[in-house]
């Protein structure tokens, strides 16, 4: 049991150790640079201990036999320790590094000590002192002291000269004149760093300063900003502290570069005018050599020189009229010292244009300032790159330009007020030309001050679907980063952004018989959100390919209707020809009448009347009566005059209904012709021969 317990309790003491040291190496511990500074003034004595003396009572500490303080020391919390002496001061200055677990609420003091007695504390910092220092660090939040090791000091061989200051300093547009002060002893030499903003010291050579203290710097950059220190050394020692930073601003001279000059000419196609736009980017610093104030635009046709115009302007970008025609521009840019060389194009305004136009803006909030971006269509021009124009519509005469790599499609747009609408335009630049402006307008609450609305569906065929929808200028409830158009079937999805340049779109290569959903989302910094959606089925044939499958067969079916329809009547003709029925005929029928038969008197139907002789061919002239009979009747004339051995006779049909429902002819008379009867043939007896 005592082995058991043994090893338990080496195991927690194990892990409490591991815990302990994990913490510890959790812990982060900084480097913070310390500098303490005293005179006579701020040291006391220890009371009966003769041989120290301390900044404040409670530093008083015994002493041990060799009287040496009885403390223990944290030589690795005190990195790069130095100290200096000011002899015109009387002043004790230490450095060092020293790593802690704080950044502040760290109280230093020094400790120093002889292992003789001092006489007088305030006097012991002068040029032949010498003693002992200890440096004490008390952290304010747990009371933790911690002691530098022992040092050394003999003020003598730490004196540093005075710390220069600099009194004036004059500047022109390439030098600097500097005037300092260092002190009242014989300065022996000195030195000067300077440079501009964002980059690394220059120093000049050691050299040996006149009497005035003065010194020049030349080859600096007109109208640039520098920082310079001084830095000196005398004979009894070290050299100075650097002095503080001085920051000047070299003058103004002409600037020594032309602005890169690019337009873009818009046409009326009812009108010889045309408005000339001229973009211009703004000279480097190292070329303006000072604040530009303005620029000078002058224009004239070429065939007549003489009429130039000339325009001032403090912006980036002028608009002028000119006339179909070749001009020669100039662009020069000037500041208070003058003005720069000019930069001359030559504008074809009766030429067309090269430089497309950006395909589509788009802009949401990014913190205080506005993330811009674009869509370019990549041509056989070389954009180099794009400059961007922005401007409040409260003050439009203020403009904000920005120029980015061809190469870039973002941006981001500073110096943007909550509470203003901004109009955004974009320009595609190549040499000397540029592209038709793309503008937008956006503020810092909603973005894109532009919703998408109408969402609907325009076409659908088998392999492809075409939606359209509208923009409509609104302030949205939040910033949408962008909008994006996505198609999705069972085995495919299709996904583009779209921008407010776009108002419709087309799938293609989609299946027959599928159905899809398209929809429109927007994407926000917290996720996504559905704008609008539809469905739409794909059909198995298009239209045209119906018309295409159609005609065929209804070609096919009237044709094959007069082929038969010709071919029946073709062999109906000459296989079927028609023969003539005696029963249509009225007199055929007459004649074919069972009902009548001779009674045995010789009658001689007298058609004296009814002959029209002519040509050798006789005409029967029958009247009859238009009347409806049933299959089982005849029609019969109403009246048949004839002659009976001279005697007039007529006949009556029996029937006496017959008689009744006759009714008069009422049509035109029927021709019948007859073949030429013999002179021999006198009558014809019904049903007996003659003679």
Not at 52 to 61: A, E, H, N, Q, R
Not at 89 to 104: D, G, H, P, V
Not at 159 to 179: E, F, G, H, K, M
Not at 223 to 240: D, N
Request: with cysteine.
């Amino acid at each position: 049991m005592t082995s058991r317990r043994v090893l338990c309790m080496l195991i927690c003491v194990f892990s409490i150790s591991c815990c302990v040291s994990s913490l510890n190496r959790g812990v982060k511990h900084v480097f913070s640079i310390q500098e303490l500074t005293v005179t006579g003034e701020n040291l006391m004595h220890c009371g009966n201990q003769k041989n120290m003396c301390v900044m404040d009572g409670i530093d008083c500490i015994s002493t041990v036999s060799d009287r040496t303080l009885n403390v223990s020391r944290s030589l690795e919390n005190f990195v790069n320790t130095s100290c200096h002496y000011l002899l015109h001061e009387m002043s004790f200055t230490c450095r060092w590094i020293q790593l802690n677990k704080y950044k502040t609420g760290i109280i230093n003091t020094f400790i120093i000590s002889r292992a003789k007695n001092i006489i007088d504390c305030p006097s012991i910092l002068n040029f032949y002192s010498s003693f002992n220092l200890t440096i004490k660090s008390k952290n304010v939040f747990n009371q933790n002291e911690i002691f530098s090791a022992v040092y050394t000091v003999k003020l003598r061989e730490i004196i540093q000269a005075p710390r220069p200051v600099v009194t004036s300093v004059n500047t022109t547009d390439t030098s600097l004149t500097i005037t300092w002060t260092s002190g009242k002893r014989t300065i022996e030499k000195c030195l000067i760093r300077y440079k501009r903003f964002n980059e690394s010291w220059t120093e000049t050579e050691v050299f040996t300063p006149s009497v005035e203290f003065l010194f020049v710097i030349n080859g600096l950059q007109p109208f640039t900003e520098y920082s310079l220190s001084v830095s000196c050394v005398h004979e009894l020692g070290r050299w100075s502290d650097w002095s503080a930073e001085t920051r000047v601003k070299t003058s103004e001279s002409r600037p020594t570069a032309p602005p890169a000059v690019s337009y873009y000419v818009s046409s009326d196609k009812n009108s010889r005018t045309r408005q000339l736009w001229l973009l211009w980017k703004a000279l480097d610093i190292t070329d303006a050599r000072g604040l530009i104030r303005g620029y000078e635009v002058s224009y004239a046709p070429i065939r007549q020189p003489s009429i130039r115009r000339v325009v001032n302007t403090s912006d980036l970008k002028t608009v002028v009229l000119i006339m179909a025609e070749v001009y020669d521009v100039t662009v020069a840019a000037y500041n208070s010292a003058g003005q720069s060389p000019y930069r001359q194009i030559r504008v074809h305004a009766d030429l067309p244009q090269d430089v497309l136009a950006m395909k589509g803006l788009w802009v949401y909030s990014e913190g205080p300032s506005l993330r811009l971006y674009w869509e370019h269509e990549l041509t056989t021009i070389n954009v180099s790159e794009f400059a961007i124009e922005w401007c409040s519509t409260e003050n439009n005469n203020t403009s904000h330009w920005k120029r980015v790599s061809g190469s870039t499609f973002t941006t981001i747009l500073t110096g943007i007020r909550p509470d203003e609408i901004y109009n955004i335009s974009v320009y595609a630049v190549s040499d000397t030309l540029c592209g038709r402006p793309t503008s937008i307008s956006a503020n810092l609450q909603h973005g894109t001050l532009l919703d998408l609305v109408r969402f609907r569906l325009v076409n659908v065929t088998k392999s492809s679907v075409s939606v359209q929808w509208v923009w409509q200028e609104t302030k949205l409830s939040i910033n949408v980063l962008q909008y994006r158009l996505v198609l999705k079937g069972k085995h495919e999805t299709h996904s583009l952004q779209i921008f407010p340049n776009t108002q419709q779109h087309s799938f293609y290569n989609l299946q027959a018989n599928t159905r899809y959903s398209v929809f429109i989302h927007g994407e926000t910094t917290t996720g996504n959100f559905s704008k609008a959606s539809l469905d739409v089925n794909t059909p198995l044939l298009d239209y045209d390919e119906i018309i295409k499958l159609a005609v065929p067969v209804v070609f096919l079916v009237l044709s094959s209707g007069i082929f038969l329809i010709l071919t029946r009547t073709v062999c109906k003709e000459y296989f079927f020809p028609n023969i003539a029925n005696p029963s249509y005929s009225l007199i055929g029928r007459w004649l074919l009448n069972p009902h009548y038969e001779g009674n045995g008197n010789i009658c001689v139907l007298q058609l004296d009347t009814f002959f029209v002789v002519d040509q050798q061919m006789e005409k029967i002239h029958v009247e009859h009566h238009m009347s409806v009979a049933s299959d089982d009747e005849d029609l019969i004339p109403s009246k048949i005059f004839s002659t009976c051995k001279g005697t007039t006779q007529t006949l009556w049909k029996s029937n006496s209904d017959y008689l009744e429902s006759t009714q008069r002819p009422s049509s035109v008379p029927e021709y019948i012709d007859l073949p030429i009867i013999p002179a021999n043939l006198d009558y014809v007896q019904n049903g007996q021969n003659p003679g």
